[in-house]
């Protein structure tokens, strides 16, 4: 992934329902190795988890990888809380503010420790900041619906708070608790839908005029993994495999899709499209991928990634992106548009409207 230096105009961004701002129009140019967390002893007298949490009230970094999950599971898999409630929870937990209700480094550790028998500080669970808020996020991510709903039933009970939120986020609970999934799960109604889209299409807006490339780069990734939660495609962060950077991945119609971020002040070159399709070639047959080019690729590059060979990904670019945050198509199907194209046609690169024809 790369992010540019200096912003630029995306040509001609049509107005839809005449209610896009003149900021809207403007998309701006030049936009872990996951590792094994450990789990201490769970006995409270166990001197092994003693000296961990000594070491955490002493704020020493710790990371044990010697002791291991004595359940023996090495499976990943990760729960499915929707965008809508994870932030139900977040709100309820106080997170906004990189806190997670009133507990310390010490409390925090101990307290997932005696609920979950796992390590919240283990590099299994950086990510951001590393804050105490994050390393939660991180463990939504990474473990099953099983242990988190096992978690956050636990903190619902230190609350003990009996509010129409507390609520809210007992139902999640328990449809995480009980194994529900798909259909079953939290419903999105349209009001909150277009509230969330109206949120991110905000948070683009000030992405794109941030001054700090880096900075906005970093926070784009964060941005397309709550766009792709809300619509439930299950995003991956991104992660590292031997010799390789992966941006992430997600799951449409039960089929995995790597991503590439490019957030450039220039339509990109054949160069970064062709190492893509090589990442992709190196996995299975039917692997596929999504190109995010923000602004675009050249005409010479889309030749040369179709050029004697069947295209395995297609290029989404901010016009794209820009349309789905006001709501003119639903993520899902817009991607199953393009995948179809891809599949039927090769085409890599395809304009919105022709995307978007096939439903009128």
């Known amino acids: 992934m790369s992010w540019g230096s200096s912003p630029t105009l995306c040509a001609e961004m049509p107005t839809i329902h005449g209610n896009i701002s003149a900021q809207h129009r403007a998309i701006v140019g030049g936009f872990q190795q996951r590792q094994t967390g450990s789990c201490v002893p769970r006995s409270p007298h166990d001197p092994l988890r003693t000296h961990y949490l000594s070491l955490l009230g002493e704020g020493l970094e710790y990371h044990e990888q010697v002791i291991t999950d004595r359940s023996g599971s090495s499976a990943e898999s990760m729960s499915d809380l929707t965008f809508v409630e994870k932030r139900k929870l977040e709100q309820l937990l106080g997170m906004s503010s990189g806190y997670v209700l009133d507990f310390s480094n010490k409390t925090f550790a101990e307290f997932v420790l005696d609920y979950t028998g796992l390590n919240i500080f283990s590099p299994r669970y950086d990510y951001a900041s590393g804050s105490k808020a994050n390393r939660l996020r ?55 839908l277009f509230h969330a889209l109206a949120q991110l299409r905000d948070e683009f807006d000030r992405l794109a005029r941030e001054k700090d490339r880096a900075k906005a780069g970093l926070a784009f990734e964060k941005f397309l993994n709550r766009l792709f ?54 996995k299975s047959t039917f692997t596929r991928g ?19 060979k069947a295209p395995s990904f297609f290029v989404m670019d901010g016009h794209d992106l820009m349309m789905i945050l006001n709501a003119a198509i639903a993520l899902p199907d817009f991607l199953r548009g393009r995948v179809r194209l891809l599949a039927e046609e090769g085409r890599v690169c395809v304009p919105f409207s022709e995307v978007t024809s096939g439903d009128e």
Not at 301 to 306: G, P, V
Request: charge should be negative.
């Open 290 to 308: 999504i190109f995010i080019a923000l602004n675009g690729i050249t005409a010479q590059a889309r030749d040369a990634i179709t050029r004697g």
């Open 229 to 282: 939660e809300l619509f439930q495609l299950k995003p991956r962060q991104p992660f590292r495999i031997v010799g390789e950077q992966i941006d992430g991945s997600l799951d449409l119609d039960n089929n995995t899709y790597l991503l590439e971020l490019k957030w450039e002040n220039h339509p990109l070159s054949e160069a970064d499209l062709l190492v893509f399709r090589g990442k992709i070639e190196g």
């Open 138 to 192: 991180a463990f939504w991510q990474k473990e099953d619906n099983h242990v988190v709903g096992k978690l956050m039933s636990a903190m619902l009970d230190y609350i003990g708070e009996t509010t129409p939120t507390a609520e809210v986020c007992r139902s999640i609970v328990a449809r995480l608790l009980n194994g529900a999934t798909g259909a079953s799960k939290t419903a999105v109604s349209k009001q909150d």
